[in-house]
């Protein structure tokens, strides 16, 4: 699948729920309504529309949510999904969680096929924890963490970057994935969903002055490491570990882009940063056959923006894209 940029497009973000058993204070209102039973595909449903673009060329899927693992019968999508990394129709099956459920499904997640999660977890601290999360528990997390170690997971742990929040623990960060043999991503807050108007521009913190500030302390060695996505990874020299920075408030890494994110209700979005979007649910609905899918899945590529535009400015609206994160899974 090439959009009209020239890019491939090889890799599929699916949404598997919009539902959270956390409710991050950069993601979501502590009062989320969330989606009706009918409007969100099936498991079956979700294996068929992976399905197709499986084949019409994505070669990496990547689950996520809302919480990916809260969603009731999770694992009979990942066996089934896993089972394409057998036929070798697939290259890469992942997911993203928030560590919650990981300590139960660590072990399924390694038979199913899934080499690596990316866990996300900004702090260390309990306290600091449970008010970030508002309702999250630290030692789950944790417990999570050594369950998918113990089942063999490769673990990247994701972390957003929020001034006067846990800027002050970015060193303690790096230190702990070193000793945990985890890679770690720094991520820029951005401007999705309303969550409360000053909220964002008081947490944004620019990961170039995050960068600076670590490399007075640890060496960053530059590395060709590249995702296809928007991290720019080093090595840190005194851990041997990744670190990455995702600052997608910078257009840098739109060129490269090879993917496309579905939601749980089947909706298609060319670029995180737009509001553009395909129906997919309507073609897949509507016959038994793939074909009418299959042409919506093509007109939609062919729409694929050639890049966003993202603003935290303190003269417009903080929402700069009203969906939330937990729409289209980050
Ligand atoms: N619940 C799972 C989790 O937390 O890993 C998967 C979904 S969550 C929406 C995916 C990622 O988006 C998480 O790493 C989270 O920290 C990040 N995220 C959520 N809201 C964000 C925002 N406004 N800016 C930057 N990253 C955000
Ligand atoms: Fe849930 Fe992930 Fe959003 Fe936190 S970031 S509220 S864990 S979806």
């Known amino acids: 699948m090439q959009d009209p940029f020239g890019r491939s497009v090889s890799y599929l973000r699916v949404s598997v729920t919009d539902r959270c058993d956390f409710r991050c204070v950069y993601c979501m209102a502590e009062d989320m309504s969330f989606l009706p039973k009918a409007e969100v595909l099936s498991l079956e449903e979700l294996d068929r529309l992976c399905g197709a673009f499986i084949r019409m060329g994505v070669r990496k899927l990547r689950l996520t949510g809302g919480e990916p693992l809260v969603r009731r019968g999770i694992m009979t999508l990942i066996d089934s999904l896993g089972r394409r990394l057998q036929t070798g129709e697939l290259d890469e099956l992942t997911l993203t969680t928030n560590g919650s459920q990981l300590e139960k499904y660590a072990a399924g997640l390694a038979a199913a096929g899934v ?21 999250g528990k630290l030692d789950k997390v944790m417990a999570g963490l050594q369950a998918a170690k113990a089942a063999g997971l490769q673990v990247k742990i994701n972390a957003v970057a929020l001034r006067g929040v846990n800027e002050d623990e970015f060193d303690d960060l790096i230190a702990w994935c070193g000793d945990e043999g985890f890679d770690l991503v720094l991520i820029e807050v951005m401007p999705m969903g309303e969550i409360g108007d000053s909220a964002r521009l008081d947490q944004y913190l620019p990961l170039s002055m995050a960068r600076a500030r670590i490399q007075q302390k640890w060496t960053l060695d530059e590395t060709d490491y590249r995702t296809g996505g928007p991290a720019r990874y080093y090595t840190v020299r005194e851990t041997g570990r990744r670190l990455g920075f995702i600052t997608p408030l910078t257009h840098n890494f739109c060129e490269s882009c090879n993917r496309v994110r579905l939601t749980c209700t089947g909706t298609l979005f060319m670029c995180l940063g737009q509001n553009d979007a395909a129906d997919l649910r309507t073609p897949l609905r509507s016959s038994e056959g793939d074909a009418a899918l299959e042409e919506a899945i093509r007109a939609a590529i062919a729409r694929k923006p050639k890049g966003h535009d993202f603003v935290i400015d303190r003269r417009r609206a903080p929402a700069a894209v009203p969906r939330h994160m937990s729409v289209t899974g980050g």
């Open 115 to 135: 080499r690596r999660v990316n866990v996300s977890l900004d702090t260390l601290r309990a306290d600091r924890f449970t008010e970030l999360t508002r309702w």
